[in-house]
């Protein structure tokens, strides 16, 4: 299959669109990350979305729609704080996960009696649902168990030659995935942190979520598989920017290995870039921005050929959660304290 490279323009989206209700696959931009896209209606575009990512089957889709009545056509017994946080956040980087009506088929839930369903803040994603005339389920646009997308690039590197087409409308603002938040069980709970915190999703609601932690048996399906990773062993350490810095560059002394290093603004001038190849993920106060281009860093030590990663963590608050839970799971939990 020949891979159809658009700008995201009105004329690209229409074309993706047909795409999409023909039964096809379409790779799309958000604000989070690229979406691989297939009409909701369609079982066999569906499971095309699973064998083209390698995903494991038992590992659920989010709905992806353009209009909150969608939302209530396809939940029950949502709890009443559900519209205050749909108000508040949609469209945007927030996934609900909800008890689905039996109604709704059990293509793309792998079997649950939930759905997880978002309304992306991203024009082109929402035209896109729009123009198809039908909710759409979409993964990351990666191969499953690499970083996400967050380029039309990195979307063609995995999977040129196995999806009908892709909308280029440039890097993703935020580059981390949707806040995955359940509700479906009374009190709400993040099942993956996101660019939305449990703070703000505690000031719309009043209830603080509880944080699914990365050890014990996940709730949701996907948190137990390998994820993000790039092919190089990474390692994190976490630390004061100094202390962190001293024993990277200790390690990698260590190593006669290509050394990349995932640096800080704050420590960047630290490590010895005729030796290793060091990326600055930037400021330890802005975490947002680090979490921007994450996905990009980790794919170029991987387009360089970097044999071993060692990367800063970063404070575990805020949007610093969701940096921190994808760097850890790209670890494959090789986390170390300084
Ligand atoms: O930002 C995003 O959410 C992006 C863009 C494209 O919208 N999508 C995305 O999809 O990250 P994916 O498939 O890579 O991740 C979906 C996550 C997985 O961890 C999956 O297990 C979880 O959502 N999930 C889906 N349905 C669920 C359910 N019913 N209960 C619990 N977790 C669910
Ligand atoms: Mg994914």
Redesign the pocket.
Known sequence: MKTAVRVADRFGVMEAARVIRNGGLAAFP?E????LGASALNETAVENIYAVKGRPAD????L?ICDISQFYACTEQTPDYCAALISAFWPG?L?V?ALKKSSVPAWG??G?H???I?M?SNQTARLLIEYAQTPVY????NVSGKP?STSAQHVLRDLDGKIDIILDGGSCVHGL??T?L?VSCGLPRI??P?FITAEMVCAETGLYPELESLRGKP?????KYAHYAPKAELTVINGAPERAAALINERAGDEDKYIGILATSQTINMYDKSKYLVLNAGDRSRPELIGASLFAALRSFDDKGVDIIYAEGIADSGVGAAVMNRLTKASGGRVVDV
Request: charged share 15%; hydrophobic share 35%; proline share 13%.
């Open positions: 958000t989070t990350v690229y979406g590992n659920p889709l989010i992806h980087p996934t996960v839930t792998a649950l939930t759905i997880a978002r992306p979409a993964p990351s646009a996400s995935e949707s995955v359940d099942l993956r996101g709730k949701s399906p996907g948190m």
